[in-house]
């Protein structure tokens, strides 16, 4: 297996559950870890949590296309290219069908289809150039047959699978 010590790692959605909990485990690594978010004071407690000089964050809207290009920019002028991108970013409203609201449905969209688009679609180019880089994308479990309640959310995790 590859080292990942001084892998150049973007990950979004770093404040949530699994993000920090990944953002712990990749920081004893050694790689140099830039970290996506919507809550300044959460990156920052994370980010103080690793060692010095091996993390950045940044605050970001992902579903933004132009804070995305704004944070794609910061990335850049902080490390000199990307290695692995990981989003672990994604919500689950937890309705059934007739609950869910036109809102919500597109709020979800927004953060677990369209979001992941767009860091792709931001950094894939930087990979395809030195023809190497990893992708990983958490879809979550919402895709699965037996979440019978969250009917609306399997389109969206199948999308992300394709």
């Not at 690594?29 to 940044?58: D, I």
């Not at 794609?72 to 990307?82: D, M, T």
């Not at 290695?83 to 709020?107: P, R, S, W, Y």
Request: net charge positive; glycine share 8%.
């Amino acid at each position: 297996m590859e080292s990942l010590k001084g892998k150049y790692i973007l990950i979004a959605g770093a404040t949530g559950t699994i993000g920090a909990a990944l953002v712990k485990q990749l920081s004893a690594s050694g790689a140099h870890l830039f970290l996506l978010g919507r809550n300044a004071g959460k990156l920052s407690s994370l980010e103080q949590s690793c060692k010095p000089g091996q993390v950045a964050s940044y605050v970001c809207d992902i579903t933004d296309l132009n804070q995305v290009q704004e944070m794609k920019a910061a990335y850049f002028n902080q490390y000199p290219a990307i290695d692995i991108l990981i989003n672990v970013a994604g919500i689950g409203i937890i309705k059934t069908m007739d609950q869910l609201t036109e809102d919500e449905f597109m709020q979800t969209i927004r953060i677990n289809l369209y979001a992941p688009f767009l860091l792709v679609k931001a950094f894939l180019p930087a990979m395809k150039e030195v023809k190497k880089g990893l992708i990983i994308q958490v879809p979550g479990v919402l895709g699965k047959p037996q979440w019978q309640v969250q009917q609306h959310m399997q389109p969206v995790s199948m999308a992300l699978m394709a």
